[in-house]
C-alpha cells in the first residue's frame, strides 16, 4: 500500500523559510511525479510545484516562483520543497502527491496524497 507522509511544516514569520519533506513508502510506479500542492482555509486546493521521476522537469506555480525548489531523492524515496521568502498568503495545508509521469498543475490528476502539513506564515 502506498503512503505518503509530509513533515516540516510550522509557524514562521512572513519572509522566513521552510522546508518540506516527504516520505514514499510502499509500491509506487518508479515513473510517477511528484507534487506539492496545497489548500487555504475556505479555498481550493491548488498546485504548488511538480518534479518528474528522474528530476528533469521541474515546474512551479506562477505565484511562488523564484520562491520555492523541489527536489527528490529516489534512492531515499523522499521529496522536499524549499519554501523561501514566504509571506502570509502561503498559510495552507501543504501535500505530497504522486501524479502522472510527465507532471501536472492539475490536483485531479495525482493518485495518491499525502495527510499534509501546516504551514502558518504571521506578518
Known amino acids: 500500500q502506498v503512503q505518503l507522509l509530509e513533515s516540516g511544516g510550522g509557524s514562521v514569520q512572513a519572509g522566513g523559510s521552510l522546508r518540506l519533506s516527504c516520505t514514499k513508502t510502499g509500491r509506487i510506479e518508479p515513473e510517477y511525479a511528484m507534487g506539492w500542492l496545497r489548500q487555504a482555509p475556505g479555498k481550493e486546493r491548488e498546485f504548488v510545484a511538480f518534479?518528474?521521476?528522474?528530476?528533469?522537469?521541474?515546474y512551479s506555480t506562477d505565484f511562488m516562483k523564484g520562491r520555492v525548489t523541489i527536489s527528490r531523492d529516489n534512492a531515499k524515496r523522499m521529496v522536499y520543497l524549499q519554501m523561501n521568502h514566504l509571506k502570509p498568503d502561503d498559510t495552507a495545508v501543504y501535500y505530497c502527491?504522486?501524479?502522472?509521469?510527465?507532471?501536472?498543475?492539475?490536483?485531479?490528476?495525482?493518485?495518491?496524497w499525502g495527510q499534509g502539513t501546516q504551514v502558518t506564515v504571521s506578518s
Open positions: 518534479i518528474t521521476y528522474n528530476g528533469g522537469t521541474t
Open positions: 502527491a504522486a501524479g502522472p509521469s510527465g507532471g501536472s498543475s492539475w490536483h485531479a490528476l495525482y493518485d495518491y
